[in-house]
């Protein structure tokens, strides 16, 4: 089903809340968001899932307020530093980051790129074999603590 929807390419608006995915819950998403996205893709051994919450300002706007929460299994994914050699197609931890612990996780963060927006990158090993990213746009990341603290997966 996840599937089929991300490939019909369709916007929610108004964007899903914190149960936007099955399995993922992301119990504090910032007001403001004008519409969501479902993301699901499958490459090099890997599947990730997730959903992206945004406004409707231009991507290059560093006011822009994205939200975009990913899970990714990856068999390979059993500690922190592992992230740096993960095969993601967006969001690669390529050695410009740092760990730091926020939201109450040890995570790997970095500035975001213009690839993926500006503001804060970051990602962690949830358990064994899953990672979940988050990358949140500049206006969101004092909140990012809040933002990582309320993300449950099941």
Known sequence: MITKRSKANKADSPPRGVTAIKGLRVNHIPKGFTYGQVRVGAHDGIREYGYQ???????????????????????DAHELAQLR???????????????????????????????????????????KEVVITVMAGQPLVPELGKIVKGIRLS
Do not use: M
Request: hydrophobic share 35%; proline share 2%; glycine share 14%.
């Open 85 to 127: 050699r993960a095969p993601l197609q967006f969001g690669e931890f390529t050695g410009d980051e740092r760990a730091a612990k926020i939201g109450g996780r040890q995570v790997l963060v970095r500035t975001g790129d213009g690839a993926l927006g500006h503001g804060r990158y970051l990602g962690w090993v949830e358990r």
């Open 53 to 75: 919450w945004s406004d409707n300002r231009d991507d290059i706007d560093r006011k822009r307020r994205s939200l975009w929460v990913r899970v990714v299994c990856w068999s």
